[in-house]
């Protein structure tokens, strides 16, 4: 027959009488804390300065759609600031009859192309079917620089909230072609940054 080992029996009671207590019993009386995750963002957001930086993702990484993050009209915050001065004017909303047109030269793609003064280079050479790199399309990234060859960028290109480059390098002939309007003619290399 088999032999009943008593000694097991009973570990094997009382730890089941244990766990049963443990089951029903109203436990120590300790509750979880306070989730606070909320309070420490926001917290550290109100030490962040505001930017116009867009939302994560662009087309470099599979998404995003070249518009900024809260970029639709009517939103708070929008109104200015007593005092504030007002934005400058985008080259952009100048009158058709102001628009004018230069030949710039894209060397790398081996094209010449008309361009208005009051698109960016980027779109324009878009709507050409040039697929030139870009992620921000705010000025704030150096994914769209180029560089023209024939001198100082700021002789050739308004920029339009350009965030990234110093006076020396656009002095150098750097531009961001996100927010570059162009006012002369001039080759450019695409895909060049400092």
Not at 90 to 104: L, T
Not at 138 to 156: L, N, T
């Amino acid at each position: 027959m088999a032999e009943i080992n008593l000694l097991g029996i009973g570990l094997g009671a009382t730890l089941t009488l244990i766990v049963v207590a443990m089951h029903f019993s109203k436990g120590t009386g300790w509750t979880p804390t306070q989730d606070i995750s909320q309070d420490v963002l926001e917290r550290r957001a109100s030490t962040v300065a505001e930017t116009d930086f867009p939302e994560p993702m662009s087309r470099a990484i599979g998404g995003g759609s070249g518009v900024a993050a809260g970029a639709v009209g009517g939103e708070e915050g929008a109104e200015l600031e007593e005092g504030a001065e007002e934005e400058e004017q985008s080259p952009a909303d100048m009158p058709e009859d102001e628009v004018e047109y230069f030949e710039v030269e894209f060397v790398k793609e081996g094209t010449t192309i008309e361009l208005a003064s009051n698109e960016t280079i980027l779109d324009q050479a878009e709507d050409e079917g040039m697929d030139l790199p870009y992620a921000c399309r705010q000025g704030q990234c150096v994914s769209c620089a180029a560089h023209i060859q024939d001198g100082p960028g700021d002789e050739y290109v308004t920029h339009f909230k350009q965030e990234t480059f110093s006076d020396d390098e656009i002095g150098e002939g750097y531009v961001l072609t996100c927010v570059a309007y162009p006012k002369a003619s001039f080759s450019i290399e695409t895909s060049e940054a400092p």
